[in-house]
């Protein structure tokens, strides 16, 4: 049977997403931190967390705008995010359900949309850009935290093959510069960026996302044969745990 790409992603997510409810990586950062900051003058905005996963960004921007729409293409995430929602007594958080693509939203609906380790997913990220400028109020500001490509070929190809190794559902790391081409092309202007590095546990990594063994062996072989620049870029480490790129930026429609 023919599966799509948003059909794959819900699956994907979907049987994981306790999993990413309890994951520390989710859970905790420097980004979540600097969310927090980010949005300490918005406390009036109506924002959307688009690609919300198990809802660690839409918790913290709960805790200080007015009101959260929890959106996301697994309906099992958005149970999780409404549960845990509930136990948190946050009662300004809302779930919506659907693609990046296409938002259910009308138009400057929103005067904020942020996205965290989501965008590596989206089938078209360029369509879900225009999509973002459309529904945020004019001047509204998008806030976007993901793993980044390094953006030099060799390392490139080693991350994109890994990242899909463990997870078919997975589209495209982006450099900072794509991004920055991507936001200006979507009528989006970057006003802040930063870059950071986000430590990798191997065993925990793979088992988030139920990868099959053939698939992990796949991995770790790359990461026993890749080219000391790689290895030490990535700081591979005998276990298996690696060190990705990060970036965060804001921008303004």
Known sequence: MAVNHHELTEKQFGDQAQAYLTSQVHAQGADLVRL??????????SLLDLGCGAGH??????????????????????????????????????TAHGAAEKLPFADSSFDVV?????????????????EIKRVLKPGGKFILMDIASPGRPVLDIFLQTIEVLRDPSHVRNYSPAEWLQMTQ?????????????????????????????????????????????????????????????????????
């Not at 927090?36 to 905005?45: T, V, Y």
């Not at 942020?114 to 590596?120: G, T």
């Not at 088992?207 to 790689?230: F, G, H, K, W």
């Open 36 to 45: 927090a900051e980010w949005l300490s003058h918005d406390g009036d905005a």
């Open 57 to 94: 960004a839409s918790f913290v921007a709960a805790g200080v705008v007015r009101e959260v729409t929890a959106y996301d293409l697994s309906e099992k995430m958005l149970a999780v995010v409404c549960q845990a929602a509930k136990d948190r007594q946050l009662t300004n958080i809302a």
């Open 185 to 253: 092309q979507g009528g989006l202007l970057i006003e802040k960026l930063l870059t950071d590095r986000l430590a990798l546990e191997y065993q925990s990594w793979v088992e988030r996302m139920n990868t099959p063994e053939v698939l992990r062996a796949a991995i770790r072989y790359l990461q026993v044969q890749a080219s000391d620049e790689v290895k030490q870029h990535f700081l591979v480490g005998n276990e298996g745990a690696f060190t990705s790129d990060t970036l965060m930026f804001q921008a303004r429609a």
């Open 114 to 130: 942020i996205s965290r380790y989501s965008a590596h997913h989206w089938h078209d990220v360029a369509l879900a850009l225009r």
